[in-house]
Nanobody, 126 residues
């Protein structure tokens, strides 16, 4: 069982930066691939980024709309995953969710994630 709590959302002007954090409980956190998704009302949940776990190191994977601007990282000692968001655009606004992947498969498929946080709101003004 993993419980996830996001923080760090807020209001920022276009071009600015925010860092989201996701604190996880559970002794097996370090063995999960961890992802970030976002959602706006009326739209499907959109994949943002995922960081994998393996004994040889982590791999990062990004959605096309955020690649080059966002960076995902993790600190297993602190049971925390981060999402550094730079050069923010109004279209980056939404509720950002942290999730733990529990099903082997595509990193960008929400159905492959079994644990979700409650979300944190990010609003980017133009």
């Amino acid at each position: 069982q993993v419980q996830l709590v996001e923080s760090g959302g807020g209001l920022v002007q276009a071009g600015g930066s925010l860092r989201l954090s996701c604190a996880a409980s559970g002794r097996t956190f370090s063995t999960y691939h961890m992802g970030w998704f976002r959602q706006v009302p009326g739209k499907e949940r959109e994949f943002v980024a995922r960081i994998s776990w393996s004994r040889s190191g982590s791999n990062m994977y990004y959605g096309d709309s955020v690649a080059g601007r966002f960076t995902i990282s993790r600190d297993n000692a602190k049971n925390t995953v981060y999402l550094q968001m730079n050069s923010l655009k109004p279209e980056d606004s939404g509720v950002y969710y942290c999730a733990a992947q529990t099903v082997v498969g595509r990193a960008d498929a929400p159905a492959n994630y079994g644990y979700w946080g409650q979300g944190t709101q990010v609003t980017v003004s133009s």
